[in-house]
């Protein structure tokens, strides 16, 4: 799925067609929201790679030590993560 409100409608939608979410029918989505995460640990999802919404404030805050005169690294790398069935129920927290 595009997003994970979009992996987390067609759970419902698998659920009302009698499927069974993750298992019929596998879902991926984009996000890492903690219900998708949560929707993994209860095995109705397959995967979340995780596209992270703290890139935001890093970028402003680059910028601002940039044009501040600071120096900055050549890169700056933000860490996005996947949620799969192994490591979903103790990342659990760390979803957003």
Do not use: H, W
């Amino acid at each position: 799925a595009e997003n994970d409100e979009m992996g987390l409608g067609a759970v419902t939608a698998l659920k009302a067609a009698g499927k069974k979410p993750g298992k019929d029918v596998k879902i991926v989505s984009v996000d890492g929201t903690r219900n998708a995460v949560q929707a993994l640990v209860n095995g109705e999802y397959n995967a979340v790679i995780e596209s992270n919404p703290r890139f935001g404030p890093l970028a402003f805050a680059t910028a601002q030590k940039f044009y501040a005169g600071e120096e900055i690294p050549e890169n700056v790398i933000i860490t996005d993560r996947e949620y799969d069935e192994a490591n979903a129920k103790e990342s659990l927290n760390g979803a957003y």
